[in-house]
């Protein structure tokens, strides 16, 4: 799963979780994959989860297709 993690007005990152343990959090920031170690309160703090839209394709050879579009994170 994906998260929005906002640290400050005007900073955002897309991560992912890695691994963690009882106190801290090894996320992955996707834009430059570089990793961090945070601690729970932190990550609990400022995270949000990414919301994906989800779009109905007609010609999908099941019935339905789900299509998922990420917002654009600024």
Known sequence: MLYILKLGSDHRMVIDIIRWNKKDVVIRELKTDDKHVI???????????????????DHDD???????????IR
């Not at 990550?43 to 989800?54: A, G, I, P, V």
């Not at 099941?62 to 654009?72: T, Y």
């Open 39 to 57: 601690t729970w309160k932190t990550f609990m703090t400022f995270y949000e989860e990414l919301r994906y839209e989800c779009n109905l394709d």
């Open 62 to 72: 099941h019935g339905s297709r789900l299509e998922h579009v990420l917002k654009k």
